[in-house]
């Protein structure tokens, strides 16, 4: 959309579902719904006055994507069910060489935009495969499998179970919810926007507007309250405690559910339904270690075997594959897989050295505790409209970022991660087992949409394709 706008309309997508919405087209597990405020995780150019709640469902937002891309003609350039497997650079050509499951395509720019948390990750736990039951994961939920009246197993407690297990409780007989350690949560303080408030959002588009910013600063102090300002996070830490001791009662549930790491390590959750669920007489906070799985159930480590009929997996994706299973090959044959041994690396999560004509969106550190994707993936594509532009304007035909710039911009952001409330020793998706944080932006987002709206003149190489064929004699 933002491409062809700026005047690029030779675009063709390859989108490995059958319908584009990434997310959530997969993620239809009951209760699915976004964490972030409609207004703002919502395209700048096509605000929806319409949405039903101040936080979008599933659905909802899936329908949203699907007109947007319709009445931009994104549909008309997409190849659904489509899989780019590799692509590999041709220097020759100043080309990129596209294998996918539909044939052999070839383009002058490679946008990778695969998702940060797109594929399923499933745990390691003895005996899983000799469950005898349904076993299916949040992001592949099984709608053919009727819950009601059965004892359901959901292992985790990120932010898929507390949206899902609220979702199935009033219609399972038994929820035994696993957790491995407990995270922070907010109040979502979510509701239904009324009919009268749409009008008013139709009829007055500044008001959306000032909710959008709004809600933008307020995400944007959060962001400065896990990098810079730490001393910020004192209410909201406050703000989470209290919200354990209004919704839980009982002393020892109140004990297992209230975490011990800083605020923030992990991602904070938004609910106003998790806690007063772990209340409900058919739901059982489970915080023994699993030792194995049976055919009938789940055994702990204590030996004691709690019956399932169904086990759901509420257990993450994999969220340092950012181009996964795709095979990228740059200049020289080096693969993508080989440049980022042993941690992703990409300037201002966007270019990789020695992958000429290349950006990726939400690529490697361009996550956050707070603010909106939508937003981050916007930025990001001013980038590439000003690299496109640049290209353009310098008759070139191949861009890619400077090396030494790229190392500049890793050591800038590997010394300002090292303050962050991420690095505090929690253990959490967005650190790896060795310490590296492929994730997270350590600044402000205001910072990021700064930093990516036009190109240093520095930080890229432009030239053109040097090697041309000799003449035939």
């Not at 985790?156 to 407990?182: E, H, K, L, M, W």
Request: hydrophobic letters at 40%; charged letters at 25%.
């Amino acid at each position: 959309m933002l491409l062809t706008r700026a005047g690029y309309p030779d675009v063709t997508i390859f989108e490995r579902g059958e319908r584009v919405g990434g997310v959530w087209t997969h993620n239809t597990y009951p209760g699915a719904a976004c964490d972030v405020p409609s207004h703002l995780y919502e395209f700048s150019f096509e605000p929806n006055p319409h949405w039903s709640r101040r936080y979008a469902p599933q659905a909802e937002i899936q329908q949203y994507i699907e007109a947007v891309a319709r009445r931009h003609g994104v549909l008309e350039r997409a190849r659904t069910g489509t899989e780019v497997t590799s692509a590999q650079w041709d220097e020759e050509r100043a080309k990129w060489q596209l294998q996918t499951s539909a044939g052999s395509f070839e383009a002058d720019i490679l946008v990778a935009a695969c998702g940060q948390l797109s594929i399923p990750k499933a745990p390691t736990i003895s005996g899983l495969d000799s469950f005898a039951g349904p076993v299916f994961h949040t992001a592949e939920w099984n709608h053919d499998v009727d819950l009601a009246g059965r004892h359901v197993a959901v292992i985790g407690t990120g932010c898929s179970a507390i949206q899902a297990v609220p979702a199935i409780q009033p219609i399972a007989a038994q929820i035994d919810v696993y957790q491995r350690s407990p995270g922070w949560t907010m109040p979502k303080m979510d509701f239904e926007y009324s009919k009268r408030a749409r009008r008013l959002f139709e009829r007055l588009p500044a008001l959306q507007r000032l909710d959008r910013l709004a809600t933008f600063v307020f995400m944007d102090i959060g962001a400065a309250a896990m990098t810079s300002q730490r001393w910020l996070l004192v209410p909201f830490r406050a703000a989470g405690r209290r919200q354990i001791r209004k919704a839980i009662s009982d002393n020892d549930l109140r004990a297992r559910v209230t975490p011990t790491d800083e605020i923030g390590c992990k991602r904070i959750m938004l609910t106003d339904e998790w806690y007063p669920t772990l209340e409900r007489p058919n739901v059982e906070l489970i915080t023994d270690r699993i030792e194995h799985i049976t055919p009938t159930g789940i055994e702990s480590a204590e030996g004691t075997e709690r019956r399932a009929d169904v086990i759901v997996l509420a257990t993450g994706f994999e969220s340092h594959a950012f181009v996964a299973p795709m095979e990228v090959i740059g200049a020289g044959g080096r693969s993508l897989a080989e440049e980022w041994d042993p941690v992703a690396r990409a300037y201002l999560g966007l270019s990789v050295p020695g992958f000429p004509n290349m950006f990726l969106l939400y690529g490697p550190n361009t996550n956050g505790g707070t603010g909106s994707v939508i937003y981050v993936i916007e930025a990001g594509v001013a980038h590439v409209i000003a690299a496109l532009d640049a290209l353009q304007r310098t008759n070139a035909d191949r861009i890619e970022v400077r090396r030494e710039r790229a190392d500049a911009f890793d050591r800038e952001l590997r010394a300002a991660l090292a303050g962050t409330v991420w690095h505090t020793g929690c253990t959490s998706w967005y650190v790896d087992e060795n310490g590296n944080d492929p994730s997270q932006w350590p600044w402000m987002w205001s910072t990021y949409r700064r930093r990516t709206q036009q190109l240093e003149p520095s930080a890229y190489e432009l030239n053109r394709c040097v090697l041309e064929r000799a003449p035939r004699s």
